[in-house]
């Protein structure tokens, strides 16, 4: 009786703490057409509704309170002559405030990120890596940083029929519908602190100055399109990009999620000028993801993802491709084995290798695989000890450049991420009491 006293005085001081559980939201909490949260994933893109999500629930009034992110404490130290090493912090938080309104539901969303500070603007090493750039250069060998601004979006869904509805993205910052679920947010990915080799072949749209994107959809299938900024944003992380910029470029992508365990996508988009260091240079691409989520035991699930993206430079060249397959097994919440493989075509331009012409080929890949154990909870967010190994394959004409044809890499870490009904109850190994009480 105490203690219920003290948790109900503690809901009347603090209308935070009235959380909800949403171990199951598939039952309890559901959009327009009564599709679950958990189909959710980055801008308007669609997971399976199986996947597992780590966030905290909040009523405040009609409006229900979403708060989930991750960071991941590391040490990423890369090998062979392009190789660095660095200590940092890869991070995302996300706050995403929903209601009904006029028959449909309104959802106000804001993502930031602390990288600019904790990885810097030179982001983290990261072999056989490309994409944006630093001081006026390609970054080579290395990610770049998420922007301050990850995503500042106002999303608008109303069924219009029984089964049949419309919707509307509109975000200052955010992302078009082009990809599939960006990698973050993906849970085949989860607990992997660092990106795929092909983001940029996939994904790489994920943050971009300036969306709208409308949609038509039912319980299985939606049709969208977007009108957006296609230029990437610059080496500045903490502005909004829009200086002698507008919204030209476009794309569209269809998903079907055939069951609660699989979601299907493919897509296409016109990117009008997206690296700043070549304006003159666009590029059509084109892609298809197979994302799925399976039981594992009684408390454990199998999230996978299979990706196919390509881009097409307008103007003479090949075709450029890439292909992922990544994979995370949770055991139960306590251990958790992870990998990735993936290929990718990427040009001399990209890799920055200044003895050959700037258009020349080459076909590079990586092999990544990780385990993290969690040690238990604090204030709320489960605490999880990984590592990550990686051996890199590049042809024999980059020997010279890398040192070797199988460079590797290695990263250990510290991951914080929210924590669900079952783990709050957790206690830190050889700390009794700290435990948080956030649920899922």
Same mark, same amino acid.
């Given at each position: ?7 109900? &005085?503690? =809901? /009347? ?20 057409? $009564? &599709? ?5 994933? %980055? ?28 960071? #991941? ?5 890369? $090998?062979? !002559? ?6 940092? &912090? ?7 405030? %929903? ?21 810097? *603007? ?8 490309? +994409? ?8 080579? @060998? ?21 089964? #049949? ?13 082009? =990809?599939? /679920? ?5 849970? !085949?990915?989860?607990?992997?602190p660092l990106a795929p080799i092909s983001h940029h072949w996939q994904d790489g749209t994920h943050i971009t100055? $300036?969306? /709208? ?20 944003? @610059? ?29 299907? !996508? ?63 097994? @949770?055991?139960?919440?306590?251990? %958790?084995?992870? =990998? ?15 003895? /050959? ?22 204030? $709320?967010?489960?605490? +999880?000890?990984?590592?990550?190994? *990686? ?46 009480? *956030?649920?899922?």
């Amino acid at each position: 009786m105490r203690r219920l006293l003290l948790v109900l &005085i503690a =809901g /009347v001081a603090s209308p935070l703490r009235a959380q909800m559980d949403m171990q199951h939201p598939m039952e309890m909490h559901a959009g327009p057409l $009564g &599709i679950p949260e958990t189909r959710m994933g %980055s801008g308007t893109s669609w997971l399976p509704d199986a996947s597992p999500m780590h966030a905290a629930h909040y009523m405040l009034g009609r409006w229900t309170l979403m708060l989930h992110g991750k960071g #991941f404490f590391q040490y990423d130290w890369q $090998g062979g !002559s392009r190789g660095s090493n660095q200590l940092g &912090i890869v991070n995302w938080g996300m706050a995403a405030a %929903s209601r009904p309104l006029g028959g449909g539901q309104l959802q106000l969303r804001a993502m930031l990120s602390a990288e600019p500070w904790t990885i810097g *603007s030179r982001g983290y090493p990261l072999l056989v890596q490309s +994409g944006e750039s630093y001081q006026g250069a390609p970054l080579h @060998d290395r990610q770049h940083p998420h922007d301050l601004f990850m995503e500042l979006a106002a999303l608008y869904e109303r069924p219009v029929a029984r089964d #049949f509805g419309l919707s509307l993205y509109l975000a200052p910052v955010g992302e078009p519908a082009v =990809g599939p /679920v960006a990698f973050p947010h993906r849970p !085949s990915a989860a607990d992997d602190p660092l990106a795929p080799i092909s983001h940029h072949w996939q994904d790489g749209t994920h943050i971009t100055f $300036g969306v /709208v994107t409308a949609g038509v959809f039912t319980r299985n299938v939606k049709l969208e399109a977007s009108w957006f900024n296609g230029r990437e944003p @610059d080496e500045n992380r903490t502005n909004f990009d829009y200086a002698g910029r507008r919204l030209d470029s476009f794309s569209a992508r269809l998903t079907v999620n055939p069951g609660p365990r699989w979601s299907l !996508s493919t897509w296409y988009a016109y990117l009008k000028s997206p690296e700043g260091l070549y304006p003159d240079e666009s590029l059509h691409r084109i892609g298809a993801s197979a994302l799925t989520t399976q039981p594992v035991g009684t408390k454990g699930t199998w999230s996978s993802g299979l990706i196919y993206g390509a881009n097409d430079q307008i103007g003479p060249g090949p075709l450029a491709s890439s292909v992922v397959l990544e994979s995370t097994v @949770d055991l139960g919440g306590t251990n %958790s084995f992870f =990998g990735r493989v993936e290929y990718v075509r990427k040009s001399a331009e990209e890799l920055v290798i200044s003895s /050959v012409p700037p258009t020349t080929q080459y076909d590079v890949g990586a092999l990544a695989l990780g385990y993290l154990r969690t040690v238990g909870t604090v204030a $709320g967010l489960v605490a +999880g000890v990984g590592v990550r190994g *990686s051996l890199n394959f590049v042809p024999s004409s980059l020997d010279g450049a890398y040192g070797s044809r199988t460079p590797v890499g290695a990263a250990i870490y510290l991951q914080l991420r929210p924590a669900d009904s079952r783990e709050s109850g957790m206690k830190m190994n050889g700390m009794p009491g700290m435990h948080g009480g *956030s649920h899922d």
